[in-house]
């Protein structure tokens, strides 16, 4: 039975999708089987890993929305143990089109029920929003990873973030945990982002993986070449890290 996280943060721009596509494709190199499942309606977890979008049959959004099998929407990657549920702009209706049907917020728990045995790891890369697609997946999951930016403000709108999480526990599932904090973007050349670890750290403590994410070119570059970081580079500095992340992650769980 899979370990299933969200990676989840509303602010934009955070490294949520930076983080599904590299820490997905980490532990799937180290030999997990792994899905990653894109609800983001920008679908760039699917593009990332070299999903052509045009090219795509079927989405989340139909699972979510036109309640097609879960099996039917997932595709291979280039990396044998790493697969996807792709999302593309039609997953923008969602939001909406979800809010008079039945069950709406379990939708997407129930399609990962029926494919869950298959996987060792499922991440699930969030909207930057609270909305429904993203309580659909805290809802689905055993944990949420949050990614936090090194700059000024970050933690600012985490309490929204963590409400949402208290809600979904009271509510919708019970036994929703916060898996770890990530900090991502570091600028290693300037104070700023030391003074902002020890802010995080005081607050989550233990919660604060070890591996921090610097700010890297190759990393940035990757997605437009549809390659996760340990194809485009193995030897860079952003694989080196998302490889020790995806290690911290494993032995977690
Ligand atoms: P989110 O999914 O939270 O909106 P992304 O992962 O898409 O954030 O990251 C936002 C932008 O920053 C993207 O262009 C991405 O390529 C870039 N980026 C993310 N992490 C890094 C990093 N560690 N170093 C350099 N660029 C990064
Ligand atoms: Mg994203």
Redesign the pocket.
Known sequence: MAKIISIA?Q??????????VNLGAGIATLGKKVLLIDI?PQG?ATSGVGINKADVQHCIYDVLVEDLEMEKAILKTEIDTLDIVPATIQLSGAEIELVPTISREVRLKRAIDSIANKYDFIFI?CP?SLGLLTINSLTASHSVLI?VQCEYYALEGLSQLLNTVRLVQKHLNKDLQIEGVLL??LDARTNLGIQVIDEVKKYFQDKVYNAV?????R??E??SHGKPIVVYDPKSR?AEVYLDLAKEVMVSV
């Open positions: 943060n602010k934009g721009g955070v490294g949520k999708t930076t983080t599904s983001d760039n890369d930057p990614p991502t973007m994410i610097p700010r890297n070119v990393l940035s990757a997605p952003g």
